[in-house]
């Protein structure tokens, strides 16, 4: 989620003009979900809005401001037709919000980035600016009262309304879905590592070996270099996910008498085969654990569809298993968030 923050903030750095484009509502079947983001510059593009012709237009609609903005103000909305205007086939309709941030912009920009920094939910709330009312961009707390005016939902994730002719939008931001700390930087903790720096989530990555990780990682990716791992279970956060992959049996053992003594976490992986993790539980049950406190650990590890040996592959197995836990809370977050029918004004 924090991703856009931390490209536009570089572009300000540069003082690189750049626009900002969100996909502010979708009715019907579009390529992305409201709140989906790119930055365009006059000649780069980052993130995506959903490929093919609606980003192409999008992005030529950016670079026309950039190179003669004219009259346009800072801030607009275009509304795409995918079918009869744009030949996609997926055939809904797309409005997409344009931002020329500037330095301005930087003090917003900061505040979000800090506050997802601490796991902080907010809001991002736009208006565009209309008859005696200036365009702004403020941020407030998640679920804050906004402008009651002839409110409505454009979509399951952006809120739209419109004060005194101003059309406001309410984005909700949230801190990327899954904590996720990894111990071991052996060849399959380097391979998730590398496949979760791509991923929307934050990392932490643990091992005694500093000599093991690489020069440079994801912005997304944290590395702990410690020969007290158990310390980094304990301090982090409620339903964080824990990848044990260490290249010690006895210190993966360690670690998971030390995670079972958490009751809020959201994924328990250990790597090894269904021998170790037999011969596991019975240390477990020596020591009287009761066999309900390690009920929620899975071994083996990953996406049980995937099969293979080689550290890629288990790689993409723990990547997938992750991500489609990922993907199951934000389903809950949605219907938790969604109003009930009758306040739905269409």
Not at 128 to 134: D, E, F, H, I, M
Not at 143 to 160: C, E, I, K, T, Y
Request: glycine letters at 8%.
């Amino acid at each position: 989620m924090g991703e856009w923050i931390d490209q536009a903030l570089w572009c300000l750095d540069r003082h690189q003009p750049v626009v900002l484009i969100s996909v502010a509502s979708v009715r019907g079947s579009a390529p992305r979900e409201a709140g989906a983001k790119m930055l365009v510059a006059a000649d780069r593009q980052w993130l995506t809005v959903g490929g093919g012709n609606l980003e192409w237009q999008a992005v030529r609609s950016a670079r026309d401001w950039l190179a003669a903005p004219a009259d346009r103000p800072d801030r607009w909305l275009e509304e795409m037709p995918l079918a009869a205007a744009l030949g996609q086939c997926c055939g809904g309709l797309v409005h997409l919000l344009f931002e020329r941030l500037r330095e301005s912009d930087r003090v917003w920009l900061e505040a979000a980035r800090n506050r997802l920094a601490h796991l902080e939910s907010f809001e991002r709330e736009v208006g565009l600016g209309g008859p005696g009312v200036a365009p702004w961009v403020k941020l407030r707390d998640a679920g804050a009262a906004s402008h009651p005016a002839n409110r409505f939902q454009a979509s399951r994730l952006l809120d739209v309304a419109d004060f005194r002719g101003c059309p406001v939008f309410t984005e909700p931001v949230q801190p990327d879905g899954l904590n996720i700390v990894v111990f071991g930087a052996g060849h399959v903790g380097q391979a998730l590592v590398g496949i979760l720096g791509t991923l929307p989530c934050r990392v932490t990555w643990v091992d005694a070996r500093e000599e093991l990780f690489p020069d440079r990682v994801a912005p997304n990716v944290i590395i702990e270099a410690t020969d007290t791992p158990e310390a980094v279970i304990d301090e982090a956060p409620p339903q964080s996910c824990f990848v044990i992959m260490t290249h010690d049996h006895m210190l993966d053992q360690r670690l998971c008498e030390q995670l079972m003594r958490r009751d809020d976490v959201a994924y328990f992986g250990l790597i090894g085969s269904r021998t170790k993790w037999r011969r596991f539980q019975q240390r477990f049950a020596a020591k009287g654990i009761p066999p309900e406190r390690y009920a929620q650990v899975i071994c083996p590890i990953g996406d049980p569809g995937i099969e293979g040996k080689q550290p890629a592959i288990i790689a993409v197995a723990v990547a997938a298993q992750l991500m489609q836990l990922r993907t199951r809370r934000a389903r809950s977050a949605v219907a938790r968030c969604l109003p009930h029918p009758a306040s739905v004004i269409t």
